[in-house]
């Protein structure tokens, strides 16, 4: 009986570890693609980019949409979005605010914005009225202000588009000057009626805390970005959406041999999106939407060093951190490997490209041939100007 009473024991004790074993095990080694399943589930649940921004706009005052500078196809979304939605008056895009103008030239953009003939001379002066060094040459900003103004000829006075520049009226002698003065535009337009789109670089779209360290790794210098400004103070009345990218360096997209542009989080949101057919699609997104802002910028191979837990140097850039901190959701346009650089347009004159001098000493160019030159030396994923 005892013999029995062993046997039992000791078949009872090794089923029980062996499904210890069998749990701690597949606990461990968690599929390589979770993430992208994950992912999958949150895009099953969208919904047409242009129906996903005509909904945030019955719903919020200000729906931001940040872009990845220098490539064509988040510009080319935008002049979509304003062709489709907009035309109702529970749509109604009252304002598009942008980054590429200074308010200086308000003005002169309410004029073209609601002119009766297009006006392509304004435009190119809008243009080089960007904070850029050499303004903003770009084929796709060009026809983005192009859309709306075209758009506009279609719609009743009730339902057309402002154009609202949102740079500073001098250039920015402190970092934070441009993100301050978009959070005073915009808030000069949360008190109005209207809806505005608010299109910018995503690190003035999203809910940023930015920072520039010191001298020999000091302290942080940090600061608020235009969205968070607004996201303080109405966290009702801002929707940030994210344009779904690459990695992006310093001076642009950096190319990668295998997909044109390095994948973010090594490209397993991205196979989700192959998942579901590379349909666009948006979707909203929350903390447990699997990537961190430091996976967001810390791309594979991109170079960049990881965010620490508990940093000791005031780092905005902590590894706690969301996805879901930084925006409200994501908008898929397009597989990022069929992306285009964008399109340079010879927006100068003779006259502006002589006062470089006057206001860069030394200037990087002194000719529109050495501005091309060197523009495609910073952003060499845009598309050299075509001969005409």
Request: charged share 25%.
């Amino acid at each position: 009986m005892n013999i029995l009473l062993y046997r039992f024991s000791l078949i009872v004790r090794c089923t029980l570890l062996f499904v210890f074993l069998a749990i701690s095990l597949s606990c461990y080694a968690k599929p390589k693609n979770e993430r992208t399943n994950i992912a999958s589930q949150y895009i099953k649940k969208g919904t047409s980019p242009y129906e996903y921004i005509a909904d945030k706009l019955r719903n919020y005052k200000v729906v931001a949409i940040g872009e990845d500078h220098w490539i064509a196809d988040h510009s080319e979304f935008l002049c979509d979005v304003l062709r489709n939605v907009g035309f109702t008056a529970d749509t109604h895009i009252s304002n598009l605010a942008i980054e590429f103008g200074s308010e200086r030239d308000q003005i002169m953009a309410d004029t073209l914005a609601f002119g009766k003939i297009w006006n392509e001379e304004y435009a190119y002066k809008i243009l080089l009225g960007a904070p850029d060094v050499f303004g903003n040459p770009y084929k796709g900003y060009r026809d983005v202000l192009y859309t709306l103004w075209e758009t506009n000829q279609r719609k009743p006075d009730s339902l057309k588009t402002r154009l609202v520049l949102l740079d500073p009226w001098d250039n920015p002698r402190k970092p934070e000057d441009r993100d301050e003065n978009m959070a005073k535009n915009l808030r000069n337009l949360i008190r109005s009626k209207g809806k505005t789109i608010f299109y910018a670089g995503q690190a003035h779209t999203q809910y940023q805390t930015r920072g520039q360290q010191g001298r020999n790794n000091g302290y942080y210098y940090t600061y608020p970005s235009g969205a968070k400004y607004i996201k303080m103070c109405y966290p009702k009345d801002i929707f940030s959406i994210n344009l779904w990218g690459g990695f992006m360096g310093s001076y642009g997209y950096l190319p990668n041999e295998e997909t044109v542009w390095t994948l973010i989080d090594g490209g397993e949101i991205d196979k989700a999106f192959e998942m579901n057919g590379n349909t666009p699609v948006g979707f909203d997104i929350d903390a447990y939407f699997p990537l961190t802002p430091s996976q967001l910028y810390a791309g594979k191979n991109s170079g960049r060093e990881p965010w620490a837990a508990m940093p000791d140097n005031g780092t905005p850039y902590t590894a706690d951190l969301t996805l879901a901190d930084y925006c409200d959701g994501i908008i898929f346009v397009k597989p990022v490997k069929d992306f285009t650089g964008m399109q340079l347009i010879d927006i100068y004159n003779d006259v502006w490209v002589a006062t470089l001098a006057d206001r860069i000493d030394p200037p990087p160019a002194r000719s529109k041939e050495e501005i091309f030159r060197q523009i495609l030396e910073w952003h060499p994923t845009c598309l050299p100007l075509k001969d005409k």
